[in-house]
């Protein structure tokens, strides 16, 4: 499976942001797809994701100010961020997976380029 992530870019704290996975070449229900960010100097850290069945994983820094959403028809993952801080600040990619829904980076196979998320204080 291919992936694209896009919709990054320069906020403000406090802003929201909207970013987008395009999934080509599998079927992209059969995957599960998650949203995982790495900071300058640190390691990529899970952010979120969502499984064929529609369940929904998220990381306690980001429970109740991003969602993830999928349209299937579409084969795009959608990750909402809002109330957006300066530690969110990151590349985030999006990574897809033929295992359970979980926080493990390390079980992701598939890999799209990152999008850079700055947010100011």
């Known amino acids: 499976v291919q992936l694209q992530a896009f919709g990054g870019g320069l906020v403000q704290a406090g802003d929201s942001l909207r970013l987008s996975c395009a999934a080509s070449?599998?079927?992209?229900?059969?995957?599960?797809i998650g949203w995982i960010r790495q900071a300058p100097g640190k390691e990529r850290e899970f952010v979120a994701a969502?499984?064929?069945?529609?369940?929904?994983y998220y990381a306690d820094s980001v429970k109740g100010r991003f969602t993830i959403s999928r349209d299937i028809a579409k084969n795009t993952v959608v990750l909402q961020m809002s109330s957006l801080k300066p530690e969110d600040t990151a590349v985030y990619y999006c990574a897809a997976k033929r295992t359970v829904v979980n926080g493990r980076v390390s079980e992701y196979e598939y890999w799209g380029q990152g999008t850079q998320v700055t947010v100011s204080s």
């Open positions: 969502i499984g064929g069945s529609g369940y929904r």
């Open positions: 070449g599998r079927p992209f229900s059969t995957f599960t």
